[in-house]
């Protein structure tokens, strides 16, 4: 499988968009530490652009790059090559990529500026967002044979995560105030691997005890051993599952 | 080589191969003919495993092509429209595929004969769609595959590189491979074909060798025995007689 991945990956990381893509990263990081005088403070703001930025690029360029390299996978299937080989190491290729951006462009600057807890939480779900929403953008990429309607499932599906999941958890427990919902919050958290990635940051910060009762659950609940492997699990479920759908897909089309 | 058993496909609601049989046996030379989406490449493809025909199966030296994708390391193939990762090299791409089929012994021909080891430094987004053509030649011909198939191989190449791939055609035809062909340059397969096989709205009407071919119609040039048999089968023939006119347009230009 190296010997596919590895020259996809060489093609990928000479993709000006990547490079790009590395340098507002960069640029970005090292702006809000060398502007905010708070440590903390700086990491609130650059949590907010890992958590928007990063779907949204993973979620775009990985559709972009698949249908632009359609006519290539098809060469790749006249050779003696499994179709399964071919799609992970496809995966593999752009989900490298695109993690070396990530490590480069706010890996770097954490571990100068800020190498704590915090900092390796930011890390962690930096990574995690990236592997999830390359697999989710790969099917919807697979499942769509049209490129402009593939792209445009794979944006919706970002403002699904980024912005409207967030409203209807709002609208829910407005309803339902008046029940007991601390479990059932924990519970619609791991439905979007985005307000997961959030929840787990911002209660490794120390911000968690503004948040009264809930943030205090929170808090024993994701400060726990049993925290840390539920956020793993889930994220793993996220990268895992739709990549396992994709390639099943993937296996019975007619190219 | 390859067997082809009741073959059917449907796209939605089109039916794209409708009851194919056919058995290509080495050292011959067909040509798969048709108008515009009669179902050539949907053939082809389906014997490359890249489209699962709905019902029938195709053998490839005696191993399902719905199985292991090793049967696949026989097969050299040209598609109609090559295109290739852009920042990769011309050099890597070959490089490459030299790892996965992990074979030493290299047909360098067309490689030498397109002069491809000059641009290996270039990046195959520089590269112009006829000089791709010869890259994809290249690459078919590079691992010397008992069976070749070349979808469109001549269209967009120039005259003169062209005549080096039919050349070249005729040479391995003559080391008893297996070579399909489609093309919609009768002029290009007469030298080159054995063999016609032609289809029509993904129906087979027709597979014949060519000196039959002559001999039934009484015609020795490919364009006008081909015509004539259509005419006498009574398809619709307006895709032939266009042809023709084309094709007698070329020979006597006023």
Redesign the interface.
């Known amino acids: 499988m190296l010997k596919l991945s590895r020259y996809v990956l060489y093609d990928i990381l000479r993709n000006k968009i990547i490079i790009a893509y590395t340098l507002f990263l960069l640029l970005v990081s090292l702006s809000m530490f060398r502007m905010e005088e708070n440590g903390s403070k700086a990491m609130l703001s650059l949590l907010n652009i890992v958590l928007i930025v990063l779907p949204l690029v993973s979620l775009v360029f990985t559709t972009i790059h698949y249908y632009n390299s359609y006519e290539f996978i098809e060469l790749m299937l006249s050779q003696p090559l499994s179709r399964t080989r071919i799609l992970l190491s496809e995966y593999a290729g752009v989900c490298v990529s695109l993690l070396s951006s990530f490590w480069i462009g706010v890996g770097l600057p954490v571990l100068l500026y800020a190498p704590d807890a915090t900092g390796f939480a930011l890390l962690f779900t930096g990574t995690s967002l990236t592997i999830v929403f390359t697999s989710i953008a790969f099917l919807a990429a697979v499942r769509s044979r049209d490129k402009a309607r593939g792209i445009g499932f794979a944006l919706l599906l970002w403002f699904y995560f980024a912005l409207i999941y967030d409203g209807l958890v709002l609208l829910t427990l407005f309803a339902f105030s008046d029940y007991p919902m601390e479990k059932f919050t924990l519970l619609l958290s791991a439905l979007n691997p985005i307000d997961l990635g959030r929840i787990y940051i911002m209660l490794k910060m120390d911000i968690s005890a503004l948040m009264g009762y809930t943030g205090a659950l929170y808090k024993d609940f994701f400060g726990s051993g049993s925290g840390v492997l539920f956020t793993a699990g889930i994220m793993a479920l996220w990268g895992i599952v739709p990549l396992w759908l994709a390639l099943r897909s993937f296996k019975r089309k007619d190219m | 080589m390859i067997h082809i058993e009741a073959v059917y496909k449907k796209?939605r609601r089109l039916q794209v191969l409708e009851n194919i049989s056919a058995r290509f046996t080495a050292g011959q030379v067909i040509a798969l003919i048709g108008p515009n989406g009669s179902g050539k490449t949907t053939l082809i493809?389906s014997i490359?495993?890249?489209?699962?025909p709905d019902k029938g199966t195709i053998r490839v030296k005696d191993q399902l092509v719905t199985g292991d994708?090793?049967?696949?390391?026989f097969?050299g193939?040209m598609?109609q429209?090559?295109?290739?990762?852009?920042?990769?090299k011309v050099g890597?791409l070959f490089e490459?595929?030299k790892?996965?089929?992990g074979i030493d012994s290299l047909d360098t021909d067309l490689l030498t004969g397109f002069e491809i080891e000059k641009i290996y430094e270039k990046p195959m987004r520089t590269l112009s769609g006829g000089t791709r053509q010869k890259v994809s030649a290249a690459l078919a011909f590079l691992f010397d595959p008992p069976i070749l198939i070349l979808d469109e191989p001549t269209a967009g190449l120039d005259p003169l590189s062209s005549e080096i791939l039919k050349e070249k055609i005729i040479q391995e035809k003559k080391k008893n491979k297996l070579i399909l062909i489609t093309s919609h340059v009768l002029s290009d397969l007469e030298e080159l074909t054995s063999h016609i096989m032609y289809l029509q709205e993904g129906k087979l009407q027709f597979i014949i060798d060519l000196e039959s071919l002559q001999e039934e119609t009484g015609e020795i040039k490919l364009s006008k025995a081909i015509a004539k048999l259509m005419r006498g089968q009574e398809t619709s023939s307006a895709w032939i007689d266009q042809l023709f006119a084309v094709e007698q347009n070329k020979e006597n230009p006023q």
């Open positions: 796209f493809k490359l495993g890249m489209v699962r994708p090793e049967y696949r390391q097969i193939y598609p429209i090559g295109r290739y990762p852009d920042n990769m890597q490459m595929m790892k996965i089929r």
